[in-house]
């Protein structure tokens, strides 16, 4: 008895700190694992080394927002611009509005920019139903991954996203508006111990018509004599669309899919003739991307490989009846049918070693090969102005058929912990393509954290962007032709950030950043070749404030202020163009109770200055005001919100190239939209 | 009218919760119950054999409390370590020197309030947790706050506080902080 009473306080002291160490080691896990959770999900975002803003899905849905282009305006410094397809663009803190490729929209991962346009305007229709959270990084930002963004990427996260203890609810949504909008879409989630799979499916489809006009054939376009067959009217802007996409993950493999079949009215016309209501266009989307990650020892590993298909594929009345053009008069109009089927390939690799204390070094390439795959072109008769089309393909080709460029980028980044309150990430990106280099682009970054409420960033990065299949490959065209001998566009920032934390969720952000812009590619109505025609310096200054005013509150306001010089290849210097040089934009959020809640959004766009030798007045500026009452049922899990849009009816213009839609493009008015979600 | 508009401040403040972070409650649910194990003295802290781990909040914040009482129940499911535990739902208005506590885990109120709950705390010599960083000013003892990594604030008051008395192995992970850098 006395020999086992001391074997128990023996072991008794032997377990005692045993035990204290495995909780020790449980809590580090712990932290370790919302560390890995709040880095992902971008909740330490001011501890980020680049200036990003976060929509969370939370409270897009309480102010109504409905699409992924409704909440990006939100965002500071973002201006939003169109041409004449109705090509919607965010124009991240005044950059090229015709330039579509200047952002990168990422969904889950994967970049999806058309490699027509470079743009993703097909995608700013997504309901914010399939979103979860919206990343916005302005400024170069982020280059991991072998991707450039040249003044901003939007990372969308989808519900595909799933923590531990952190399940997202499947979803069931319908929504009906203004311009017989209707939609409806699910998001689903499968989940064993070793399989996820998750499946997003919307359809959505509207009748909207917009008054427009005088179109471009007023401005002499097509010569003094067919002035007078400009036309005003409705221009077509209806939309029909679905989207299925896919994510399966299994152990250390991943599979990502989304078939996005995009197709809307003709908007403006592809010669800047109003189109008939039914004339439209197509611009489908679909990618797969197979991914392995694994981490081995100090080593973790990332291989990815994907293959996208996009296409522009077009079907419309070109120009009026009537249409005399010297040596032949089109008495029936002229039509045209213009497809050309694009193919994206892609591998990369990439390993980060976290062996050296306090140094994350990742190293790695991504090789694209970018190809059309088809193309046809028809049109209306051209030597005897008969209206019945004439396949042009191999004669007159809108597009050149065998376009093709191969890119590969090697990337090699340190993120340096240096102590406890500073941290360094440097690195540099090198890029070589079948037609111009963008060569080396360096990158450094520090973050200061003086205490938890004082953050300091300081940024200097360079980017690029490559020219876009439209102004490489185009040809045979009266709007723009394009030209491989393009230099890719290119950047230099510098940022610098001060962030104020008032508690966990109230902050201050403050951002000056400086932009060299060089090699910007324009071209105009009436020299539609594309050049590296213009220079500009941007400057400027973003406030961000997120907080309460009472404690059942949400407050969320940004002003942007941005100005700088726009030179053309004479040397002289102008006013930059097209771009507002005061935003402001902010929500609030008051929530009755834990089920009824009202919300408004508030967006002031200043006026924007004219390109040189547009003799029209200032872009008018503009105020609107959202919304929007939710009711949330928490017994039944649904959700009703009804919200209006412009209260005010405020005339929003987008800004329209000289000669071309002289009043600009005109955007929706007052409009409304009802929407029933219900979770499981 | 200023009245009216300051009575209105208050009434809200009264009628509708706090504001609170799901990825912050949800790692503080997680840790702050480790931690108090990390205690040399949790065995004087038992009550019944038992750890009682007292949630104080605002009226407004009920639900909020619920929720934490949820997230540690599916994480621990009734032991913390080798100890059962019961969580005690406390309103801050029923919050006294009587109340059963091993731990005090304090949501946002006001500032009497939270006052109040350290006062308590560091009378019955038990280890108090706060959401909010700003309140370990007022008192309390701990708290954790997600910057660029979960940081752990402790504070520096508590550090030869008799009656708590963590083992060494806790120090290294946390920050130590005064009121007057709060």
């Known amino acids: 008895m006395k020999y086992s009473s001391k074997l128990f306080l023996f072991l008794c002291f032997i377990s005692l700190p045993l035990k204290a160490e495995d909780l020790v080691s449980s809590i580090f896990t712990d932290m370790k694992q919302f560390d890995k959770i709040a880095t992902q999900i971008k909740q330490n975002e001011h501890y980020q080394p680049y200036i990003i803003s976060v929509l969370h899905n939370k409270e897009l849905e309480k102010l109504g927002v409905s699409n992924l282009k409704e909440a990006l305006t939100l965002v500071p410094g973002v201006d939003m611009a169109t041409d004449n397809f109705n090509n919607q663009t965010p124009i991240f803190r005044g950059s090229n509005s015709f330039a579509y490729g200047q952002s990168k929209l990422l969904i889950d991962g994967v970049v999806v920019n058309n490699l027509f346009f470079d743009a993703y305007s097909e995608y700013l229709s997504m309901p914010i139903e399939m979103i979860k959270r919206i990343e916005i990084i302005r400024g170069p930002g982020s280059k991991v ?412 306001a940004n002003y942007t202020y941005l100005d700088g010089r726009h030179s053309e290849d004479e040397g002289k210097k102008y006013n930059l163009p097209n771009v507002s040089h005061h935003l402001a934009k902010g929500y609030y959020i008051y929530n009755f109770s834990g089920t009824l809640s009202l919300g408004s959004t508030l967006k002031y766009v200043s006026s924007k200055d004219r390109a040189k030798g547009d003799t029209r007045s200032k872009v008018k500026t503009y105020t609107t005001v959202d919304t929007s009452f939710n009711y949330k049922n928490r017994h039944y899990n649904y959700t009703l919100n009804a919200s209006l849009k412009n209260i005010f009816d405020t005339d929003v213009r987008y800004p329209s190239p000289q000669n071309t839609y002289v009043d600009d493009y005109a955007q929706a008015r007052r409009t409304f939209l009802l929407t029933l979600r219900k979770s499981f | 009218m200023l009245r009216v508009f300051l009575f209105s401040i208050l009434f809200i403040q009264l009628l509708f919760g706090y504001n609170y972070d799901n990825l912050v409650l949800k790692a503080q649910s997680s840790i702050f119950p480790k931690i108090m194990l990390l205690d040399k003295k949790v065995q004087n802290k038992l009550i019944d054999n038992k750890i009682i781990y007292t949630i104080a909040y605002d009226t407004s914040d009920y639900q909020t409390a619920l929720h934490v009482e949820e997230y540690i129940n599916s994480i621990f499911k009734g032991h913390f370590d080798r100890y059962p535990y019961k969580i005690n739902l406390v309103d801050f208005s029923h ?45 309390l003892v701990l708290s954790l706050i997600i910057e660029k990594s979960t940081i752990l604030y402790f504070n520096i008051k508590y550090l030869h506080v008799k009656n708590i008395d963590f083992i060494d192995s806790l120090f290294p992970m946390v920050k130590f902080i005064d009121k007057n850098s709060l």
């Not at chain 1, 311009?179 to 989630?189: A, C, E, I, L, T």
């Not at chain 1, 072109?377 to 376009?403: H, W």
């Not at chain 1, 890719?488 to 400086?514: G, M």
């Not at chain 2, 308590?120 to 309140?135: L, P, T």
């Open chain 2, 95 to 139: 919050l006294s020197p009587n109340t059963e506590a091993s731990a005090l885990y304090v949501l946002q109120s006001s500032t009497d309030n939270i006052k109040k709950a350290a006062d308590i705390a560091f009378q019955k010599g038990i280890v108090s947790f706060s959401y909010d960083v700003n309140n370990l000013k007022d008192g």
């Open chain 1, 145 to 556: 991954d072998g991707i450039n963004a040249y003044a901003g990427s939007i990372n969308v996260i989808t519900y595909a996203e799933d923590f531990k203890g952190f399940e997202s609810n499947d979803k069931l949504v319908f929504k009906y508006g203004s311009y017989d909008y209707r939609m409806g879409g699910f998001v689903k989630n499968f989940r064993t111990k070793e399989f996820t799979t998750y499946i997003d499916f919307y359809y959505q489809k509207d009748n909207k018509k917009i008054s427009s006009g005088p179109d471009g054939l007023s401005q002499g376009l097509l010569g003094a004599g067919n002035v007078g067959l400009s036309q005003s009217g409705k221009a077509p802007l209806w939309l029909d669309e679905y989207s299925l996409g896919l994510n399966v993950k299994y152990k250390d493999l991943s599979f990502k899919a989304r078939i996005l079949k995009h197709k809307q009215g003709s908007a403006y016309g592809i010669n800047l003739a109003l189109p008939q209501d039914s004339d439209r266009l197509k611009l489908p989307s679909y990618y797969t991307e197979l991914g392995y990650a694994k981490k081995i020892n100090n080593f973790n590993v990332e291989i990815k490989a994907g293959l996208q298909y996009g296409a522009f594929d077009s079907k419309s009345k070109l120009l009026p009846d009537g249409l005399d053009m010297g040596s032949v008069v089109f008495l029936d109009g002229v039509y045209g049918e213009h497809y050309a089927k694009q193919r994206v390939l892609y591998q990369s690799s990439y390993v980060n070693y976290s062996g050296i204390e306090n140094h994350q070094i990742t190293l790695g390439y991504r090789a694209t090969q970018e190809k059309t795959v088809a193309m046809t072109s028809k049109l209306s008769n051209r030597v005897t102005g008969d209206a019945t089309l004439v396949d042009y393909t191999d004669t007159l080709p809108f597009f050149d058929k065998d376009a093709h460029r191969n890119v590969v980028a090697f990337s090699l980044q340190d993120a340096y912990d240096v102590n406890d309150k500073l941290s360094l990430l440097y690195g540099v990106n090198y890029e070589r393509t079948s037609y111009k280099d963008a060569g080396f682009e360096p990158r450094i970054s520090f973050v200061y954290r003086k205490d938890f409420k004082n953050i300091f960033k300081v940024i200097y990065s360079c980017s690029h962007r490559n020219p876009s299949w439209q102004e490489m490959f185009t040809k045979n065209n009266r709007a723009r032709v394009g030209s491989t001998n393009l230099e890719p566009e290119k950047v230099t920032s510098y940022e610098f950030a001060y962030i104020r934390n008032f508690t966990n969720d109230s902050y201050l952000q403050s951002n000056i950043f400086y932009l060299v812009n060089k090699n910007q590619i324009y071209n105009s109505a009436t020299d539609p070749i594309y050049r590296n025609s213009a220079k500009t310096d941007i400057y400027g200054v973003e406030l961000e404030y997120k907080g309460h005013i009472f404690a059942n509150d949400q407050v969320y």
